[in-house]
């Protein structure tokens, strides 16, 4: 009967402890407060992430950004042409542009300073969210993610 209350014993327990229904939870709400904070610029935060991973790597391969940011080829790809579209992203060299390394462009670098103020707002906004302890938490589980490389 539509609109009926299963009380399934596995769905409770799943939506009570679910890592992967929680974060998955949690990232829907903070990427909110940071696309809210970035749309004045014409950013989301998805490509604000890609566009400081480029800027730090200097010359970022496609294959290494999506390695580093948890990125699937296709996602990476449609995000790469759009901010190359707008000036963001510039592609090096010739050859297969699947495979061509990014840098930042001038209008990049621009965007990314000029971005600072919103994404601070973002960031207190999201902190008093989370809470410290969980910010704290957060990071430090992000940390060592990188750090071995999981």
Known sequence: MAGTKDN???AELIAGECLGVRVRTLNRAVTALY???L???GLRVGQLNLLVAVARMGAARPGDLCRLLRMDKSTLSRDVELMRRNGWLEVDGSGDKRARPLRISAQGRAL?????PAWRQ???RAG???GGEATAALGRAVDRLWREGA
């Open 112 to 116: 990314l300073e000029g971005v600072v």
């Open 39 to 41: 749309r004045p610029h």
């Open 128 to 130: 008093a969210m989370l």
């Open 122 to 124: 973002a960031q207190e």
């Open 35 to 37: 696309d809210e904070a």
């Open 8 to 10: 399934l014993p596995a």
